[in-house]
């Protein structure tokens, strides 16, 4: 069991907005604005997209966004497309001992 | 560009030691912080830890007593050595270079190995 809580999957169509969900607790997320998220597709090197709860790492789409409340973390992702088909895991900063921990990661359908 | 590539048996007996390299090419592996990070099959990615290029280790608190990282600047590589490993340690292994200057951000990762253990 992942120490942060991600749906399992979701779904969208192109052109579409959609919005993935990570609820930590108040030693990680609610914590530390160090949240980041991973995309990660079959066979290939997950790739970061977003650190520090909203920073978009140079040559990431702006469609590509993140946000924090309290305990919970989101990424939004506007502008479906079907190249966004992956898996998104969340990340966050635990304290100098853990350092981080991750969700389960979130499978997005582009239907 | 940045590239990793880890390498090392798929398959590994219970009992034994699982080892993998990580071998890093378009950087140095100094001044840098490298990471293990492992997924096993069906659930979520976890941190095994992260090494210094000076050779300073933190280690995930549930992995410390079994896991050794090492750097060996001369090859341009990291390695993982994790003792005793039982079925639960099959996962698919990723190494990762940490973002210089961010906290907990992994901005290049391996493609990752998948290891068995299995007799």
Redesign the interface.
């Known amino acids: 069991q992942s120490a942060l809580t991600q749906p399992a999957s979701v779904s969208g169509s192109p052109g579409q907005s959609i919005t993935i969900t990570c609820t930590g607790t108040s030693s990680d997320v609610g914590r530390y604005n160090y949240v980041s998220w991973y995309q990660h597709r079959p066979g290939k090197a997950p790739k970061l997209i977003i650190y520090d709860v909203n920073q978009r790492p140079s040559g990431v789409s702006y469609r590509f966004s993140g946000a924090k409340s309290g305990n919970t973390a989101s990424l939004t992702i506007s502008g479906l497309q079907a190249e966004d088909e992956a898996t998104y895991h969340c990340c966050s900063f635990a304290g100098a001992n853990t350092y981080v921990v991750f969700g389960g990661g979130t499978h997005l359908t582009v239907l | 560009q940045v590239q990793?590539q880890e390498s090392g048996p798929g398959v590994v007996k219970p009992s034994e030691t699982l080892s993998l390299n990580c071998t890093v090419s378009g950087d140095s592996v100094i001044p840098h912080y490298w990471s293990w990070f492992r997924q096993p099959p069906g659930?979520?990615?976890?941190?095994i830890?992260?090494i210094y290029y000076t050779g300073d280790t933190?280690y995930?608190?549930s992995l410390k007593s079994r896991v050794t990282f090492s750097v060996d600047m001369s090859k341009n590589q990291f390695s993982l050595a994790l003792t005793s490993v039982t079925a639960a340690d099959t996962a698919v292994y990723?190494c990762?270079r940490e973002?210089p200057g961010?906290?907990?951000?992994?901005?290049?990762?391996?493609?990752?190995t998948l290891v068995t253990v299995s007799s």
């Open positions: 990793l659930k979520g990615l976890e941190l830890g992260y933190n995930n608190p990723y990762a973002s961010k906290v907990g951000a992994a901005d290049y990762w391996g493609q990752g």
